[in-house]
């Protein structure tokens, strides 16, 4: 479709945040939110200042999924509500389809960022959001995972009594799925799938802990700002080192976002107390996952040793079922938007469709 400029004052609202958010791109009302590089942080922005500016009522994340360009998203504004599952922490991000519904957990925002994921799933595979309770609402004094598994697990078992269940988590939303299947293992309802998307395991029982020195901590943190760098426009790279010193100063996540002056969620609001980033953070730091007996496909960005808790060759590992490992390109902070998220729901749906029988199985295959 030909580019058109904004007509209307809404569509004019719209694309002048998209542009702010997007860092100055140009958006015409048929531009698709994903294509301009959008991912589901920006969009969750984006929904807090349409909440807050234009519609005083709470705007879904996966509203994008539904309204990907200006034009869609204005005219779902003005003539419905967006969807949403009232006083549960599930988002469906993508509901339609019959195949068994994928579960993503949330990560440090509290937010499901899997909106590029879902889409290039295809449209049979129904993905569903779980959100932090609090995104949008007070703040907890602490957090668990097992508190919070067993919230997650009562409220999808609510909505989808019976397996088989998908689960997948991004980072260290990895192991709070870990533990949300394993709450589901001891009910005895089938995890079919668990998926750890570059999943740091920071605690094992069956090892001592191996603590990097602070040279090789910060040669990490050095590597990982590379990688963002380099996946980043000529345009961008300039303003994203003013960003992450002035994050840093902050101590927040939020060092590739534009510094738009916009609202932020609640979320990643720091207001005198820990933010709810913190929380989950070190929440997961906390967490002692126990070994887990169902099946495993784990996605690596780089050749690096995170995962080798759960490769099943080494001792004490913390898989006991079948193990898939599955190296997909781009670093940390990029392999899940464009153009690397192609090749990621590729491979994941081929382990979708082997863990629910449309596939033959594949031997294991270790780390590269």
């Not at 005083?56 to 003539?79: D, M, S």
């Not at 993508?94 to 499901?112: E, I, K, N, W, Y």
Request: glycine residues 8%.
């Amino acid at each position: 479709m030909s580019y058109r400029t904004a007509e209307t004052s809404l569509e004019i609202a719209l694309a002048q945040i998209w542009s702010e958010m997007l860092g100055g791109a140009r958006v015409g009302v048929h531009d698709n939110f994903f294509d301009l590089g959008g991912d589901s942080l920006i969009a969750a922005r984006i929904c807090s200042w349409i909440e807050e500016e234009l519609t005083g009522q709470p705007v879904p994340v996966a509203t994008f999924l539904q309204a990907p360009t200006v034009a869609e998203l204005a005219a779902l504004l003005r003539e419905a509500k967006p969807p949403t599952l009232s006083g549960t922490c599930l988002v469906p991000i993508q509901a339609g389809g019959s195949r068994p519904p994928l579960f993503c957990l949330h990560g440090v925002t509290g937010f499901a960022v899997y909106l590029s994921l879902a889409r290039h799933l295809g449209p049979d595979q129904p993905v569903y959001g779980v959100q932090a309770p609090w995104v949008d609402g007070p703040l907890p004094s602490s957090v668990r995972f097992e508190d919070l598994a067993a919230q997650y697990v009562r409220e999808i078992r609510i909505l989808f009594p019976r397996g088989p269940y998908l689960l997948c988590g991004y980072s260290v939303a990895g192991l709070l799925a870990w533990e949300v299947a394993q709450q589901l293992h001891a009910m005895e309802q089938r995890v079919a799938l668990l998926a750890l998307l570059d999943t740091h395991v920071y605690n094992n029982p069956a090892r001592p802990p191996e603590r990097a020195s602070t040279l090789e901590q910060f040669s990490r943190r050095v590597e990982f700002h590379v990688d963002v760098l380099r996946s980043l426009p000529l345009k961008d790279r300039l303003a994203y080192i003013p960003r992450l010193l002035r994050a840093r100063w902050r101590r927040g996540p939020r060092a590739a976002l534009p510094g738009t002056g916009r609202p932020e969620p609640a979320a990643l609001r720091d207001e005198g107390r820990p933010p709810f980033w913190r929380m989950v953070l070190g929440a997961g730091r906390a967490y002692i996952p126990r070994p887990y007996p169902g099946p495993l496909a784990v996605f690596l960005v780089k050749q690096h040793d995170l995962n080798l808790d759960i490769d099943p060759r080494r001792p004490g590992s913390l898989a006991a079922g079948r193990v898939e490992i599955h190296r997909v390109p781009g670093s940390h902070a990029t392999f899940l938007t464009a153009p690397h998220v192609r090749v990621l729901a590729a491979i994941f749906r081929e382990c979708l469709d082997r863990a629910i029988g449309l596939r033959p199985r594949r031997r294991w295959r270790g780390m590269a």
